[in-house]
């Protein structure tokens, strides 16, 4: 396997600068611009030299097979954060005999390939990289920590246990067996059947939480909308004007509230129009504002827009409550209301947020629909008077390969392309 290598932190001006190298030829490349190779997981400082020119002085950290990040042997060369000096220490490593940059993502995969990390826990560092709130960061640590795998792994050893008492019955058909294990399999698949569906339940919220929850904000034209969309931007997010229709695209800001992520969606005003192009912008807004986790009703005289109406956990109040509005209402203008608003929406958000589970993207929750359906499919059979233990046997297994699935044991070669497609060089 090729040594690879590469910055592993921000181009550009730092304090420390880090150079991470990985594969069999690491500890010679240490050699060669350390004069030595330290003792390792020991970071000791060195003077780094090639070709008799001194490149810079810095602390080198080396890790012997199954020790490091990716599990083989390598080493990090943590240097002075300056373009010019990671450039050099970049072009010395270069130039040694069996080294090459690496691709994005590379090390993570190694890290993957040597059983360092399972599928779910790579997802899990790129949520943790992508994180910009203190949720989504407490998420991406657990799904990292390996909280996924732990739980299938616990799946997959009570389902191997059911397969196993169902093929007993196979192997000794001929002969006497003093014990139906009919039950105990029924109450093992019955007790996941629950779990699988919880999570599967859990996973459109922890999948919110990930990407962020949308918030749309709805009303008829002039009802304060835009001028909410700004104040909460704290900038001049949309045109704010007195001449109705003016908003006909969709302006997102994305917030960070009480550490959830929130995209807020300023809508088109909802009427009845002759405008064709401000049609096509009532008719976008109706289709986000209905696909959206949230929608913030802001009434005017007329009461609430024609063609929504809100459901449970929609917020209703008055716009421009600078104008005199009676009852709940927020101003755009002054800021009145406005923080009690956001009380109320991260208030809602967070006990949505509250239901999310282990599993955080669709794939996730694809295969263990499949674990669903399999062992489903395996209580049908046994069930029925006339079991069909082998079948029965068949689906059990079916479970047991989504989970693998799950974890990346198995089918998961177009999913690693993508994943690792989305990581930077370095990591």
């Known amino acids: 396997m090729d040594t690879i290598f590469a910055l592993a932190t921000a181009r550009g001006k730092a304090g420390v600068a880090i150079i991470r190298i990985s594969g069999p030829a690491s500890h ?40 490091g990040f990716t599990g083989e042997c390598s080493a990090e060369l943590q240097l002075h954060g300056s373009t010019a000096v990671t450039r050099a220490v970049l072009r010395a490593l270069s130039g040694l005999p069996g080294l090459r940059q690496a691709e994005p993502g590379e090390f993570t ?20 990289i992508d994180a910009e709130t203190e949720i ?31 093929e007993a019955t196979i192997d000794f058909a001929e002969e006497d067996v003093p014990v139906d294990v009919t039950p105990e399999v029924v ?8 779990e699988f569906r919880a999570e599967i339940d859990g996973a459109r919220i922890a999948e919110r939480v990930r990407d962020g929850f949308e918030v749309a904000i709805i009303g008829r034209p002039n009802s304060g909308k835009s001028s909410l969309i700004n104040i909460l931007a704290g900038r001049e997010a949309a045109l704010t004007s007195d001449i109705p229709g003016t908003t006909r695209d969709i ?17 088109a005003g909802l ?26 009703f802001l009434m005017d005289e007329d009461g609430l827009p024609e063609g929504m109406i809100p459901v449970p ?53 694809v295969a263990l629909m499949r674990g669903v359906e399999a062992l489903e499919a395996a209580r049908i059979e046994l ?3 006339a079991v069909r233990t082998e079948i029965a046997a068949e689906d059990i297994r079916t479970a047991i390969r989504a989970l693998d699935a799950l974890v990346g044991g198995i089918d998961v070669e177009a999913v690693l392309d993508e994943v690792f497609s989305r990581f930077c060089i370095g990591k």
């Open 28 to 67: 010679d490349a240490v050699r060669h611009l350390a004069g030595d190779v330290p003792e390792t997981r020991r970071a000791v400082l060195r003077t780094l030299r090639s070709g008799g020119e001194v490149l810079d002085q810095g602390l080198v950290l080396t890790f012997s097979d199954g020790s």
């Open 109 to 128: 995969r190694r890290a993957l390939d040597n059983n360092r990390l399972d599928l779910t826990q790579v997802e899990g560092l790129a949520d943790l």
């Open 136 to 166: 989504q960061r407490k998420q991406a640590l657990r799904v990292l920590s390996g909280a996924i795998g732990k739980r299938a792994g616990l799946w997959r050893g009570k389902l191997i246990r059911a397969a196993a008492l169902l």
């Open 187 to 194: 109450g093992i698949l019955d007790a996941l059947l629950g």
């Open 251 to 267: 302006i997102e800001v994305r917030m960070d509230l009480k550490g959830l992520a929130v995209t807020m969606l300023d809508t």
């Open 271 to 296: 009427r009845q129009t002759d405008d064709a192009i401000e049609q096509l912008g009532i008719m976008r807004a109706r289709a986000r504002a209905e696909a959206a986790d949230l929608r913030v």
């Open 313 to 365: 956990g929609d917020i209703v109040v008055r716009g421009k409550a600078d104008l005199g509005a009676s009852g709940p209402a927020v101003s755009g203008l002054t800021g009145e209301g406005v923080q009690e608003l956001v009380d109320q929406i991260s208030a809602e958000l967070s006990v949505r947020a509250v239901g999310s589970g282990t599993l955080t993207r669709e794939r996730h929750r």
């Open 383 to 385: 069930s029925k008077s």
